[in-house]
Structure formats: structure tokens, C-alpha cells
């Protein structure tokens, strides 16, 4: 774990799925992801007190999504997904985040008045899109990186939820795309299915250069 990090004008925050399903009462509840909200606002504001993008994503699915089990005849979430292509899975969901649904509203006690973009994705139906920049076709741009590119943003931080999914994917995309990576690890929660994953994207990401900090090691 690196020790402080300071803030540069070439920097972004990518708040992801804060989202009331993914929240305690949810439809795909994350354990402890009412935790992260007020040190998430904290984080918020050091970027918006700087005038940096503070970009927000909403996982927004049509009701017919085709990573919910509940459009595969006998499937129960958390069933593993048999679709080599990886367009959705590795495990089928709860459905959750339709589209105009009060589950998909980005909580109200977060400080969604400092978002400078909300980007929706998850919305083409048989297509899933953990990541802020690529759908799970590893193809499909959501446009994130072509937006960051023209703000001249060279790193990112990334925090919210779920740790395992939509953060880590995001992260990963991040690098690819040629950005360094900041992943505030304490403020984002894991679903932890299927067993194992924290471990191996913890991993992955490690290999892949992300580096891991925690709110109180930045410096705004
Ligand atoms: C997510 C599962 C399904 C996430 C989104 O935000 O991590 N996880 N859809
Ligand atoms: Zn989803």
C-alpha cells in the first residue's frame, strides 16, 4: 500500500454504481456498502473543491437485461453463466438497476451535485457492462475514455461498488486505456460470488499496476 497520494490537475474520480440496489435493501445488496458513502462525499469534494472531473456511472438495465436469471428458464442468480463470448457473467444477478426504478437511482445521501458526468451503461440487452469504459464484449466503448482523453485527465481514481465487478473491471479498462490507476480500497465493497473472485482480481489488479490507497493517503 503506497503512503500519500496528492491530487494533480490531470486527475479524475470515477464514483462508481452507487446505486440504492446495491445498498443495504437492495435487489443485489453489498455488505457494508453504506459504509463507503460519507468517505466517497469526502473524496468528492477534495475534486470538486479542484475543479477535476468527478464522473458518477449508473448501472442501467432494460427489464428484459440478459444478466438477470430471471430471463434464463430455470436459472437462480448466482448461477455461473455458460457464454464463452463473456458478454454477460461469470454469475447471473438478481434483477436489479432497471431502468427509472428507484433501485437505480444513485443514493440521495450521495454528493451527486459535484458530478461533473453521470454515465449510464448496462442498456443494451444482451450485453453487460461492468467497466466505465468498455461493455463485456471487451468492444463496446461507453465513451468514458474518449470524454477523460479531451479533459487531458492522465490518471484516475476509482472507488464504490462492487469492489469485485463493476470497480475492479473499470480499473482494469482504466490501465488498458493508458491511464494510471489510483483504487481507493477502502472505499469501495465486494459481492464476494463466486468464491474466490477478491483474491484473484486483487491479484490481477496488482499485476497490472493498479495501485492500491486508502482515503486518508490522499492529499487534496
Ligand atoms: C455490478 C453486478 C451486476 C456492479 C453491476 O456494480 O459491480 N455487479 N451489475
Ligand atoms: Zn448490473
Redesign the pocket.
Known amino acids: 500500500m503506497k503512503e500519500d497520494v496528492t491530487i494533480h490537475e490531470s486527475d479524475a474520480l470515477l464514483v462508481i ?1 452507487m446505486q440504492y440496489d446495491f445498498l443495504p435493501g437492495g435487489a ?1 445488496a453489498v455488505a457494508g456498502g453504506d459504509t463507503i458513502v460519507s468517505g466517497i462525499n469526502r473524496l468528492i469534494a477534495g475534486f470538486h473543491d479542484n475543479i477535476l472531473p468527478v464522473v458518477f456511472t449508473q ?1 442501467w ?1 432494460p427489464p428484459n ?1 440478459a ?1 438477470f436469471a430471471s430471463q434464463h428458464e430455470g436459472k437462480q442468480p448466482h448461477d455461473p453463466v455458460d457464454d464463452p463470448s463473456g458478454r454477460i457473467g461469470p454469475i447471473l ?1 438478481p434483477d ?2 432497471v431502468q427509472g426504478t428507484k433501485g437505480a437511482e444513485i443514493h440521495q445521501a450521495m454528493a451527486l451535485d459535484k458530478a461533473t458526468a453521470i454515465l449510464r451503461k ?1 442498456f443494451r440487452p444482451s450485453i ?3 467497466s466505465a469504459f468498455l461493455e463485456n464484449d471487451k468492444r463496446t466503448p461507453t465513451g468514458l475514455q474518449g470524454m477523460l482523453k479531451e479533459l487531458k485527465v492522465q490518471r484516475v481514481f476509482t472507488c464504490g461498488l462492487a469492489l469485485d ?2 470497480v475492479y473491471n473499470t480499473a482494469i479498462d482504466a490501465i488498458d486505456a493508458g491511464f494510471d490507476v489510483i483504487y481507493v480500497i477502502d472505499l469501495a465493497k465486494p459481492v464476494g460470488a463466486p468464491e474466490g473472485i477478491v483474491e484473484r482480481v486483487l491479484d490481477e489488479m496488482c499485476q497490472k499496476e493498479v495501485v492500491f490507497t486508502r482515503l486518508d493517503h490522499v492529499v487534496v
Do not use: A, P, V
Request: with cysteine; proline share 0%; net charge negative.
Open positions: 454504481d443485489l448501472d438495465h437485461h444478466s444477478w436489479h438497476c448496462g453487460d457492462s461492468y465487478y463493476c
